[in-house]
């Protein structure tokens, strides 16, 4: 089946720096991603949607500047948090839609990147 | 938007069917509900898809009255594996799933 995978799984950095995160789905085209923050205990919150060949669009209260979304192709996008903060210490998870046969639309979404700001 | 609304929490026991049922009084028209189950520090993944009536594949039913305004999820036979959270989803997929949007889920514990 689709496969949507995430890279790094989980990653520890210091506060101040920036940190890449990696979604690719590798067995079919997506044209639109979308990235979720979850904390513990709670619900995913979409962040953004990305959108290939063209500008993220963020949710309210996103700071777009500090989670900068690069959708440079097809089977690939990625998330950085610039200047990260121990605040920003979450579980990051990618989604891609794969559209059916019938312009249905599976969501798959990725394992997930635990990241954390010391 | 399709805002869903599902008991906060369930529990079971081995063997026994589970059915989780979620509202979603403003599903549009080209709206298909979508259930996902979530294990600690994984991705959401997909369970069933449907639009009307019932959708049946090897892991779960869905059940969606003609109203559409609810939907259930029904897990037979549930073993200690299924402890997750499971997720409702309205959305258009011909539209690409724009706003997208997770309400609280539904944490099932199954005991022995």
């Known amino acids: 089946g689709a496969v949507v995978s995430q890279h790094p799984s989980r990653v520890i950095c210091k506060s101040g720096t920036s940190v890449k995160i990696e979604c690719r789905s590798l067995?079919?085209?997506?044209?639109?991603m979308f990235w979720y923050r979850q904390f513990p205990k709670q619900s995913l919150m979409l962040m953004a949607t990305s959108n290939e060949g063209s500008k993220a669009t963020y949710e309210q209260g996103v700071e777009k500047d500090k989670f900068l979304i690069n959708h440079a192709s097809l089977t690939l996008s990625t998330l950085t948090v610039t200047s990260a903060h121990p605040e920003d210490s979450s579980f990051y998870i990618c989604?891609?839609?794969?559209?059916?046969?019938?312009?249905?639309?599976?969501?798959?979404f990725g394992e997930g990147s635990r990241l954390t700001v010391l | 938007l399709a805002k869903t609304t599902q008991p906060i929490s369930m529990d079971s026991y081995e063997g026994q069917e589970v059915n989780i049922t979620c509202s979603h009084n403003?599903?549009?028209?080209?709206?298909?509900i979508t259930w996902y189950q979530q294990f600690p520090s994984q991705g959401p993944r997909f369970i069933i898809q449907g639009y009307k009536t019932k959708v049946t594949n090897e892991v779960a039913s869905l059940f969606i009255p003609a109203d559409r305004k609810s939907s259930t999820l029904s897990l037979p036979r549930v073993s200690l594996s299924d402890t997750a959270v499971y997720y409702c989803?309205?959305?258009?997929?011909?539209?690409?799933?724009?706003?997208?949007?997770f309400g609280a889920g539904t944490r099932l514990a199954v005991h022995p």
């Open positions: 989803l309205v959305g258009d997929p011909s539209g690409g799933y724009n706003k997208l949007i």
């Open positions: 067995d079919f085209q997506a044209t639109t």
């Open positions: 989604s891609a839609m794969r559209r059916g046969s019938s312009n249905t639309g599976e969501l798959f």
């Open positions: 403003n599903i549009a028209t080209n709206d298909y």
